[in-house]
């Protein structure tokens, strides 16, 4: 039914469109560093775009993923200067849920603008996911509540700290497997070995030598196509 509903959102809605889109935006935004925050959210959120009924948008905070201080500290102060463009973006976002609905054919554009809402409004340190995930962190979360509940707490371990297994994704928790988590397919190598970081830099490398936004698109999604399908590799990526 979700697969339906993905087809649906591209033929006749044109989602790939919307998908695109972000993804341009987004690579914008990294362009100009400063709004390096928001790019990433943005591009996350073109993943999310795809396949938005199979998919969701989570902060990396549900994620238990450690980041840099330095960079928690840069994308709050850039959230702050987002904030009235994502309140505004939200809000007309609000307008175009109610006026779809009324029409009734328009209502899976709907539950995907439902869906997003969230992301329009604050897109800093926003990742895509499958649901299945997300589905797991609000299973967690209603246990650990459970737990608090009823007076329990976590194991204790040795000097306070608890066993790493180096086969769990740092970003779901889920199993890794050839480099790659099976359920939100991150690269659990370095941030320069990922696809989408490489794919980036390719479509800026390749607009500032043709000046050609086809060539540049074209170039960053073979890159990251080639490096998906581990066609080009990585020595401990």
């Not at 329990?152 to 066993?163: L, V």
């Not at 397919?185 to 320069?192: A, D, H, L, R």
Request: charged content about 15%.
């Amino acid at each position: 039914m979700r697969t339906l509903a993905n087809i649906l959102w591209h033929f006749p809605f044109f989602g790939f469109l919307s998908a695109l889109g972000a993804f341009l935006l987004g690579v914008l935004f990294l362009i100009t560093v400063i709004g390096a925050p928001i790019g990433l959210g943005l591009i996350q959120f073109s993943r999310f775009l795809l396949t938005p009924f199979s998919s969701s948008m989570i902060d990396k905070k549900d994620l238990g993923v450690k980041q840099n201080k330095l960079w928690l500290a840069f994308g709050f102060i850039i959230r702050i200067f987002y904030f009235p463009f994502g309140l505004i973006l939200a809000f007309v976002t609000i307008i175009q849920i109610a006026l779809l609905f009324i029409t009734i054919i328009g209502i899976p554009i709907a539950l995907v603008l439902a869906k997003s809402l969230g992301t329009y409004f604050n897109p800093v340190n926003k990742v895509c996911v499958s649901k299945a995930v997300k589905d797991e962190i609000q299973r967690r979360k209603a246990e650990e509540q459970v737990n608090q509940m009823q007076g329990f707490s976590e194991p204790q371990f040795q000097n306070d700290e608890k066993p790493k297994n180096p086969s769990i994704c740092s970003l779901c928790g889920n199993q890794i497997v050839g480099g790659k988590c099976i359920s939100c397919g991150e690269s659990q190598g370095k941030f320069w070995t990922n696809p989408w970081f490489l794919g980036i830099i390719t479509g800026i490398v390749l607009f500032l030598l043709f000046r050609s936004w086809i060539v540049a698109l074209i170039g960053a999604i073979a890159v990251y196509f080639l490096i998906t399908k581990e066609v080009i590799k990585f020595p401990n990526r």
